[in-house]
């Protein structure tokens, strides 16, 4: 990263959000309870401005019931919240996070626009799951100012906030992310913006493996129990209809752009389950069933057919955590030696904060230092022998074979 002598981090006392979703409200509502920062919100008409009102209110009414807030308090902090359809109140802010859908060129068109509001002081950060930071930059008047902050949905309750920084972006604006991601109450890392960052990575290998193992030939349910008995918060075909088959898709593709047939499952399942139109809990229609209200009812027993897989044989539950397990580490190690992750350490708390990676194992470094490098060498070179390049061991898990010294 370039240095730069600009002072340490904005303590952030204003802070704007571009939004027009759920997922900006959330980060509006976690920054007015837990910061003490004043919000001010633009979203693209009044409908939207009050459906963001009401969101906030929702998470205050939630927390006086845990017990964590009284009324008063709640509404002292639904005083700092306000909601305008223009730029107005955006020039004295001193952070402000895009949270728009993810188009490089709609963000790019936002965080311009947003640059030209905010005052010459202004970090300005994207919410993006994998669009490139620097070309979403490309088009501000100050590079060095722009950064990611990829907050995990919902963000008023999900823990990790990864803080994604380009060669340009300034130490003062990475400092000023961090420390308001801290005071928002988040375990955050610091990332490279390399294509997928560091958890969306994992999240592709994740899925990716589930798919090859769909494949071959076990069961959806197979498949995601397996996986959380070994650990996970969720099974991975549960996890792709919460998060939309449009997603998954997007996150694929960038992973086909950016590492080629190394990181890719088999796309011809994936472009079944679009021509059935199972995009998941959002139209209600996935590896699972969904009712009106979007409260999952069951497994639908029918995926198979309507997306040509035969039937299902028995796969052995241990192969099944190993092959998952070992691609994960594998690509959070690549992560670490191409300097995607600050540190092993970091590695480790955005897999178990933001994949919901077995918090009992530690995170993938943890797990791996237990196992031995020497000992994930081998199995990844007997896994590569079977199912090919996908698991191919990063050089820095042979190097650290070799020399028997763990990787945190």
Same mark, same amino acid.
């Given at each position: 990263?370039?240095?730069? =002598?600009? $002072?340490? $981090?904005?303590?952030?006392?204003?802070?704007?959000?571009?939004?027009?979703?759920?997922?900006?409200? &959330? !980060?509006?509502?976690?920054?007015?309870?837990?910061?003490?920062?004043?919000?001010?919100?633009?979203?693209?008409?009044?409908?939207?401005?009050?459906? /963001?009102?009401?969101?906030?209110?929702?998470?205050?009414?939630?927390? !006086?019931?845990?017990?964590?807030?009284?009324?008063?308090?709640? &509404?002292?902090?639904?005083?700092?919240? #306000?909601?305008?359809?223009?730029?107005?109140?955006?020039?004295?802010?001193?952070?402000? !996070?895009?949270?728009?859908?993810?188009? /490089?060129?709609?963000?790019?068109?936002?965080?311009?626009?947003?640059?030209?509001?905010?005052?010459?002081?202004?970090?300005?950060?994207?919410?993006?799951?994998?669009?490139? !930071?620097?070309?979403?930059?490309?088009?501000?008047?100050?590079?060095?100012?722009?950064?990611?902050?990829?907050?995990?949905?919902?963000?008023?309750?999900?823990?990790?906030?990864?803080?994604?920084?380009?060669?340009?972006? #300034?130490?003062?604006?990475?400092? =000023?992310?961090?420390?308001?991601?801290?005071?928002?109450?988040?375990?955050?890392?610091?990332?490279?913006?390399?294509?997928?960052?560091?958890?969306?990575?994992?999240?592709?290998?994740?899925?990716?493996?589930?798919?090859?193992?769909? #494949?071959?030939?076990?069961?959806?349910?197979?498949?995601?129990?397996?996986?959380?008995?070994?650990?996970?918060?969720?099974?991975?075909?549960? +996890?792709?209809?919460?998060?939309?088959?449009?997603?998954?898709?997007?996150?694929?593709?960038?992973?086909?752009?950016?590492?080629?047939?190394?990181?890719?499952? $088999?796309?011809?399942? @994936?472009?079944?389950?679009?021509?059935?139109?199972?995009?998941?809990?959002?139209?209600?229609?996935?590896?699972?069933?969904?009712?009106?209200?979007?409260?999952?009812?069951?497994?639908?027993?029918?995926?198979?057919?309507?997306?040509?897989?035969?039937?299902?044989?028995? /796969?052995?539950?241990?192969?099944?955590?190993?092959? =998952?397990?070992?691609? @994960?580490?594998?690509?959070?190690?690549?992560?670490?030696?191409?300097?995607?992750?600050?540190?092993? /350490?970091?590695?480790?708390?955005?897999?178990?904060?933001?994949?919901?990676?077995?918090?009992?194992?530690?995170?993938?470094?943890?797990?791996?230092?237990?196992?031995?490098? &020497?000992?994930?060498?081998?199995?990844?070179?007997?896994?590569?022998?079977?199912?090919?390049?996908?698991?191919?061991?990063?050089?820095? +898990?042979?190097?650290?074979?070799? #020399?028997?010294?763990?990787?945190?």
């Amino acid at each position: 990263m370039t240095e730069h =002598t600009s $002072p340490g $981090p904005e303590n952030v006392q204003k802070v704007g959000i571009i939004g027009g979703g759920p997922i900006a409200a &959330g !980060i509006a509502a976690v920054s007015a309870v837990r910061t003490g920062a004043t919000v001010r919100v633009k979203e693209n008409d009044d409908a939207g401005a009050q459906r /963001l009102l009401a969101r906030v209110s929702n998470e205050l009414a939630r927390r !006086i019931e845990l017990g964590e807030m009284t009324e008063t308090e709640a &509404g002292r902090v639904a005083d700092r919240v #306000s909601v305008t359809t223009d730029w107005s109140g955006f020039d004295d802010a001193d952070l402000i !996070i895009e949270s728009g859908y993810e188009s /490089l060129d709609h963000k790019r068109a936002l965080l311009a626009e947003a640059g030209a509001a905010a005052g010459e002081h202004t970090v300005l950060a994207s919410n993006t799951s994998f669009l490139p !930071i620097g070309e979403i930059a490309a088009g501000a008047d100050r590079p060095e100012a722009v950064l990611g902050m990829h907050y995990f949905a919902p963000a008023e309750v999900m823990p990790l906030l990864e803080v994604v920084v380009t060669d340009r972006t #300034s130490d003062r604006a990475t400092a =000023t992310a961090v420390a308001f991601g801290e005071r928002q109450g988040k375990a955050v890392i610091v990332v490279a913006d390399t294509p997928g960052f560091y958890t969306t990575r994992l999240l592709v290998t994740y899925l990716n493996e589930a798919f090859f193992l769909l #494949s071959e030939g076990a069961s959806v349910e197979a498949i995601d129990g397996a996986m959380v008995r070994w650990g996970f918060s969720a099974g991975p075909f549960l +996890l792709v209809d919460e998060l939309g088959l449009g997603f998954v898709t997007h996150i694929m593709q960038t992973a086909v752009d950016g590492f080629g047939d190394r990181i890719v499952g $088999p796309p011809d399942v @994936i472009d079944r389950l679009i021509d059935d139109d199972r995009l998941g809990r959002a139209n209600g229609r996935g590896f699972y069933r969904y009712d009106e209200t979007g409260r999952r009812t069951g497994f639908d027993e029918g995926i198979y057919e309507a997306i040509g897989l035969g039937p299902r044989i028995e /796969l052995d539950e241990s192969l099944m955590h190993s092959r =998952t397990a070992l691609s @994960i580490i594998d690509e959070a190690a690549r992560c670490l030696e191409e300097g995607v992750l600050r540190s092993a /350490l970091d590695g480790d708390v955005g897999a178990v904060a933001g994949l919901g990676f077995p918090a009992s194992k530690g995170g993938p470094f943890w797990w791996a230092d237990q196992v031995s490098a &020497g000992g994930i060498v081998e199995r990844l070179e007997i896994y590569a022998a079977l199912y090919g390049e996908r698991f191919e061991p990063a050089q820095i +898990l042979r190097d650290h074979a070799a #020399s028997g010294k763990n990787l945190r």
